[in-house]
């Protein structure tokens, strides 16, 4: 399947309009622009914090976010009827209803439109008839792309430049403001970051993709090989501790399965042990190694990311049914950091007492519905490559934010819960 995604790649892109309606070109154009942040900012009063720019509060208009009005215009003339549950219906009222209650109401404002917008996205993915092929290779695309701008930045110690900056390619280097450097045996290094917003949003995109790509090939080729190496190069520069666990529990978990199927094993027995020796050396015995042996529980990041627990709860404790509105997280930030870390302005980073702290006990009561509901829907249609898409996406969100706060990640997490729900599946091979 692999070859053939490959061969249809080379011969362009006609095959996108063949057969299909206008908005699933659109969607499938949203998938293969997903990685792109190039964008509008606007920076009205209420996306400062301390008198400092929070591009989290920033209202942006994205590339895709374009496609995905695109999309709803198409359906909306087309008057094709989406379903919409009426427990959906119920958290819409309840989302306005902590709108009203909220103090920083603007910043809730922009966070319920994108809301609708990306349930919207989320809603299509399930409704749209999309082929598991074309889903495949279209994220395969800038997964490749990405791979290896990522791995030119390294090399390069700083960002590319030219047309890449139209791609949203942010322009940076190593000596950059707040820019995403790894301590690594007392030297700097600079982390890539493809045209994401961060490094760990990168290495999700290159996970989530290349889950999909291992996990859906039963032939072994060449570009299979090559793809797999390059994003895991890719993942293992981000230098993303998670992340690269994953993707180690992965990729041995799936070779096994190999080895198990196949009649002859020792070609796949090798590469299995080749795997296992690459990343025991990654994390133990090479320069990098510092990355995952030496962190403490004193470490500056890790002493911050406490103080935004601490203060997630105090949040929610402050309002524990409704939450402090949608969207207002960081403006509520001041009032309930310590004053050591005050212009330490980030989401905390865990996507559950996010959704807590904002939303209370009824809105995180909707949001482990909605996984629940996603999770049995899962099972029903025996999805189970998207299951472990979601599950990535879980473990991800218990130390980080970018799912619910950054727009690439935003639209990770619509299209995995969307795809859920979606009758053609994504299954294991």
């Known amino acids: 399947m692999f070859r053939n995604q490959a061969a249809k790649v080379k011969t362009g892109f006609w095959w996108l309009s063949q057969g299909d309606n206008l908005e699933k070109l659109i969607f499938y154009l949203i998938l293969l622009f997903l990685p792109t942040q190039f964008g509008r900012h606007f920076w009205p009063t209420f996306s400062y914090v301390y008198g400092i720019r929070v591009d989290y509060l920033s209202p942006t ?36 209803l902590t709108l009203l209650l909220s103090k920083y109401w603007q910043v809730g404002v922009y966070g319920f439109i994108k809301f609708l917008e990306l349930s919207f996205f989320a809603i299509c993915c399930s409704f749209l008839s999309l082929r598991k092929e074309r889903i495949i290779t279209l994220l395969t695309i800038p997964y490749l792309f990405e791979a290896f701008l990522s791995i030119g930045q390294f090399l390069n110690k700083g960002s590319i430049g030219s047309f890449f900056y139209f791609l949203g390619e942010r322009s940076f280097n190593g000596q950059t403001p707040s820019v995403a450097n790894a301590l690594i045996n007392g030297s700097l290094i600079l982390r890539p970051y493809g045209t994401f917003s961060h490094p760990n949003v990168l290495a999700a995109f290159l996970l989530l993709v290349f889950t999909l790509i291992i996990f859906s090939q039963r032939r072994l080729s060449i570009l299979y090989f090559i793809s797999l190496a390059i994003g895991a190069v890719a993942i293992f520069l981000t230098l993303s501790r998670v992340v690269i666990l994953l993707l180690a529990i992965i990729t041995i978990a799936r070779f096994y399965f190999f080895i198990k199927e196949k009649k002859n094993k020792f070609p796949q027995l090798i590469f299995g ?46 309002s524990p049914l409704f939450g402090l509105g949608i969207n207002s997280f960081l403006p509520n930030l001041p009032r309930f950091i310590n004053q050591q870390y005050s212009f330490f302005i980030q ?22 519905l909605l996984l629940v509901r996603s999770f049995r829907k899962i099972i029903r249609l025996k999805n189970y490559l998207v299951g472990l898409l979601l599950i990535e996406v879980l473990i991800l969100g218990f130390f980080d934010h970018y799912f619910l706060t950054l727009q690439q990640g935003q639209l990770l997490l619509a299209l995995v819960i969307g795809l859920s729900f979606s009758k053609p599946k994504l299954g294991i091979e």
């Open 61 to 96: 208009i994205y590339v895709t976010d374009i496609l995905i009005l695109f999309l709803f215009i198409t359906i909306f003339f087309k008057k094709l009827k989406l379903k919409l549950s009426k427990t959906y219906l119920l958290f819409i009222l309840y989302l306005f």
């Open 273 to 318: 042990i080749i795997i296992l020796i690459t990343f025991f050396y990654f994390i133990f015995l090479s320069p990098f190694s510092s990355r995952f042996l030496a962190l403490s529980l004193g470490d500056l990041s890790v002493v911050q990311r406490g103080e935004l627990i601490s203060a997630s709860f105090r949040m929610f404790l402050k």
């Open 347 to 368: 989401p905390v980073h865990n996507i559950y007492l996010l959704v807590l702290s904002e939303l209370g006990i009824f809105g995180f009561a909707f949001f482990i």
